[in-house]
């Protein structure tokens, strides 16, 4: 019996040493290697550079822009879902939370297609000859594509609102708008502060979109891509990389005390819902608000339809005629699609697990350098992926390991992983330590007490983490741009270049093809989901 307990001690630390040195080479290793490429000559010939501070000015402008306009979007679109009583709500609720599992390819081929000098909007409906390229097409691309965190995040902060509140007012004979104003609002900052700093992360390190869209508009998650790809710049790329990494890693920070504060917050103001009735947002509020919905519901719904459209014309928005030829050459791709569900397939199960001994490591044992790992798992989260894909890059040169396969792997696993590791964190905390203090008082190892006590009772949101994961893998640009090969080509980056080569048919049908296959892995994980937890219950 002894025996046995002195190799199961032993597996556990085996374990925790994997982690530390999973971690320490797939993170840590390639940004160390981001900030020993660049000397004093590069960091000078960027800074004197009137092009690179060009592009810093664009990068903070587009930060600010898209981020204040996502969030009041998101806002008003949680607010009119969830205090205003309009019509169809619970589908204006589902549009985001579908927007937001969508590919992020999509939002960019989508807007040419929509809004592009031969766009669906501006020339067939408006007749106009204008080219949205540039800051404010970026800007339009972007909030479509980053309010849906918003509206989710606000959606929950206003369900949190202690109702008692707002009834005070009421009784005192504030109107719905002031209270909304002078009650609700202020009751939301934390939250909307949270938003609003985890989307100027998301902005910064926003690639598909910007590369589309902005045209000559210069930003800096582009460039860190161009000057090594374009110019073979490695130490101006790098440069470019640092000063787009600081101010991530700054939001990052200060979303996790926000986040953390809104938490304790409502925690200790909390109150239970009070039996008065809710009173009605007036009819000009409510008509304002529906229409609000209606457009942006309708504009992401455009982004759909534009897609499905566009892959069965022969050319968009000049030659119109039906055709099925660009579906008939997706033949041609085949290598891109099974690379690209193969290598998401993977890194999803290698993000999961390492997120969830990772968890296990920080919240349940008493090993040193817990810290180490706590920050070595969330740091991918402040890194743009562009930069994190030339520092994998650049660690993979210095090594001389040149497996194209590997890097991509390892690329999805470590980008995914920081989402994996609070979901997975989250469903830990609800699960009573005495139920470890019972195990161990058993008998039970760490081993034995992570297989079979926690994990099970964690299934669902592993379940789930791995779904995310497998569909953002599936889609992703950013972190893996810098990583395909001849060999290893990627359905996701292939639409990218069939797009900058005005290739918007096949394009669009290799990204309806794309699509359809995340939703149809997303229902397939609800329905699997769904017949264990009644398994589940019938056994129970």
């Not at 309010?147 to 606000?154: D, Q, T």
């Not at 509140?165 to 504030?174: D, H, K, P, S, T």
């Not at 699960?431 to 009772?457: E, M, Y």
Request: glycine letters at 6%; aromatic letters at 12%; one cysteine or more.
């Amino acid at each position: 019996m002894g025996k046995k307990r002195k190799i199961t001690l032993s597996s556990i630390n085996l374990f925790y040493l994997a982690v530390i040195i999973l971690l320490t080479a797939g993170v840590v290793f390639p940004l160390g290697c981001v900030l020993a490429t660049p000397g004093a000559k590069d960091f000078l010939a960027v800074f004197s550079s009137p092009v690179w501070r060009g592009a810093m000015l664009n990068t903070l402008l587009e930060c600010l822009s898209s981020t204040t306009l996502s969030v009041l979007v998101g806002y008003l679109f949680a607010y009119a879902v969830v205090k205003a009583d309009i019509p169809f709500k619970k589908i204006f609720g589902f549009i985001p939370i579908l927007h937001l599992m969508t590919p992020p390819f999509v939002g960019g081929l989508s807007f040419i297609l929509l809004f592009g000098r031969q766009g669906f909007f501006t020339k067939t409906l408006l007749g106009l000859d204008v080219s949205l390229y540039g800051f404010w097409g970026l800007l339009i691309a972007q909030v479509l594509c980053f309010f849906p965190i918003a509206y989710l995040i606000c959606a929950q902060v206003l369900k949190r609102v202690p109702p008692s509140l707002e009834q005070a007012a009421r009784a005192m004979g504030a109107s719905k708008a002031r209270i909304a104003l002078t009650v609700t609002l202020p009751l939301c900052a934390n939250g909307i502060l949270s938003a609003a700093l985890f989307i100027a992360v998301s902005v910064l390190s926003d690639f598909g979109n910007p590369m589309i869209v902005a045209g000559r508009f210069r930003v800096l998650a582009v460039e860190v891509y161009t000057q090594l790809t374009g110019w073979v710049s490695a130490g101006t790329s790098s440069v470019l990389g640092i000063i787009l990494v600081l101010p991530s890693v700054a939001l990052f920070i200060a979303q996790t005390h926000f986040m953390r504060k809104q938490e304790a917050k409502f925690a200790v103001v909390g109150s239970k819902a009070s039996p008065l009735p809710e009173k009605k947002s007036s009819l000009p509020t409510r008509i304002l608000l529906l229409f609000f919905c209606s457009l942006i519901s309708l504009l992401i719904l455009a982004q759909f339809a534009s897609i499905i459209v566009g892959a069965f014309q022969k050319l968009w928005g000049i030659n119109t005629t039906f055709t099925t030829d660009h579906f008939k050459m997706l033949g041609k791709f085949g290598r891109e699609l099974f690379n690209s569900i193969t290598f998401a397939f993977i890194s999803a199960i290698f993000s999961t697990a390492l997120a969830s001994l990772s968890v296990f490591f920080v919240s349940r044992t008493d090993f040193p350098f817990k810290k180490y790992v706590d920050i070595c798992v969330q740091i991918p989260a402040a890194v743009p992926g562009s930069l994190f894909g030339l520092a994998l890059s650049l660690a993979s040169n210095f090594l001389h390991i040149h497996l194209s396969a590997l890097m991509i792997i390892i690329a999805m696993t470590v980008a995914f992983m920081p989402f994996s590791y609070r979901i997975i964190s989250t469903v830990f905390s609800q699960i009573k330590t005495s139920l470890d203090d019972a195990s161990c008082s058993l008998g039970a190892s760490k081993v034995q007490l992570l297989s079979t006590v926690l994990l099970p009772l964690s299934k669902g949101g592993i379940f789930s983490s791995f779904i995310y994961d497998f569909v953002r893998g599936v889609g992703t640009i950013s972190s893996v741009i810098f990583l395909v090969s001849f060999k290893t080509p990627l359905a996701s980056i292939k639409i990218l270049n069939l797009a900058e080569q005005g290739e918007w048919g096949r394009a669009a049908a290799l990204a309806t093809v794309l699509t359809t296959l995340t939703f149809s892995v997303l229902l397939l994980g609800r329905v699997i989901l769904r017949i264990k937890t009644k398994k589940e219950i019938i056994n129970l």
